[in-house]
């Protein structure tokens, strides 16, 4: 069992930018692939953004390249979203996962005002 545990959102104004912060407990964290997802209102959950487990390889979606870069410590079992000009199409709770074993963070909800 892997709990994920999410920080870091807000409520900003478009172009600002956000850290989010997800913390795993565990000691096989460094094994995991780790994405960032999010959930708008009245939408699926979509990718974002996922990091291999050495933090070398990682994969955006087109909507967060360019301005969403994931990294990961495995020293402190986290993962980070730096997100930077954000815009009001970013509004969404925003998850972390580990994807293989799957496992989901309560989400942490980012709004941004126009």
């Known amino acids: 069992q892997v709990q994920l545990v999410e920080s870091g959102g807000g409520l900003v104004q478009a172009g600002d930018s956000l850290r989010l912060s997800c913390i795993a407990s565990g000691r096989a964290f460094s094994t995991y692939v780790m994405g960032w997802f999010r959930q708008a209102p009245g939408k699926e959950r979509e990718f974002v953004a996922r990091?291999?487990?050495?933090?070398?390889?990682?994969a955006y979606a087109d909507s967060a390249k360019g301005r969403f870069t994931i990294s990961r410590d495995n020293a402190k079992n986290t993962i980070y979203l730096q997100m930077n000009s954000l815009k009001p199409e970013d509004t969404a709770v925003y998850y972390c996962a580990s994807l293989g074993p799957l496992y989901w963070g309560q989400g942490t909800h980012v709004t941004v005002s126009s």
């Open positions: 990091i291999n487990t050495n933090g070398l390889v990682t």
